[in-house]
């Protein structure tokens, strides 16, 4: 599986021949200049929920890639109201055998509307499983003890957690759910986008090292591969 990075909490994996990026929140970003959406053409495109900081992107993306949008059923109704029919719709606890694995939509602890103020539904993440590994999206949320649940689901390679505190679980909170999750191997998401969830990165990977735990904060652009 190959992870590469595009700011703010929006990152794509290539797993069995698919790609599959998740909340696309570039163009608006300042961080993310570098990056060129017109260059991407993923297959699937995941959103946690349906703030704008999750799905500004998508009608680009999704209408030069003709990606699937996959999400809670009120998000992705809100796109298929727009003209977007490949999509699928879920919710929280249920699963999907899609043609590159399965995937479960999660909890999260999290508001969710779409940009226009209307409702859009719950937020959520995903956990995703896969011939080539299992990984865990968090989305946006706050610390909560059922994450403890996953970790009877399998060993997972890597997990995407937000840290940056403030609208979300901040990097101290983030190890706790690490070690609830059993898992060693942590991407950092969702920091330092906007003034309230900048982050000391040297603090925060410190912590996660003393616990035995490696915490990646990729430059925006940047790939990282897990076997």
């Known amino acids: 599986m190959n992870f590469t990075y595009y700011g703010h909490s929006c990152f794509q994996i290539d797993v069995a021949g698919k790609k599959l990026l998740f909340d696309p929140f570039i163009t608006p970003n300042p961080l993310a200049s570098g990056v060129d ?4 053409k993923p297959d699937y495109i995941f959103l946690s929920h349906g703030h704008y900081d999750h799905v500004a992107d998508v009608e680009r993306i999704a ?9 809670c059923y009120e998000v992705v109704e809100w796109f298929r109201a727009k003209g977007f029919e490949k999509n699928h719709s879920m919710n929280i ?10 995937v479960t939509l999660t909890p999260a602890v999290h508001s969710s509307s779409m940009p226009d103020g209307s409702y859009g539904g ?5 956990l995703i499983k896969t011939e080539e590994g299992f990984f865990y999206y968090s ?3 706050a ?3 059922d994450m403890k649940l996953l970790a009877s689901k399998g060993a997972l390679a890597f997990a995407v957690l937000c840290i940056g505190g403030n609208f979300t679980m901040n990097a101290k909170e983030a190890l706790q759910g690490a070690q609830w999750l059993g898992c060693k191997e942590i991407i950092g998401v969702h920091y330092d986008t906007f003034p309230a969830i900048k982050i000391n990165h040297t603090a925060a990977q410190n912590r ?5 735990s490696q915490l990646h904060l990729l430059p925006i652009g940047e790939s990282l591969s897990f076997s």
Not at 93 to 102: N, Q, R, V
Not at 208 to 212: A, I
């Open 63 to 71: 209408s030069q890639s003709e990606a699937v949008i996959v999400g």
């Open 93 to 102: 606890g249920g699963s999907w055998e899609f043609d590159f694995g399965k």
């Open 208 to 212: 996660f090292q003393k616990e035995g």
């Open 122 to 126: 719950v937020a959520g993440g995903f």
């Open 143 to 145: 610390l909560f003890s």
């Open 37 to 40: 959406i017109t260059q991407l």
């Open 139 to 141: 989305g946006d949320t």
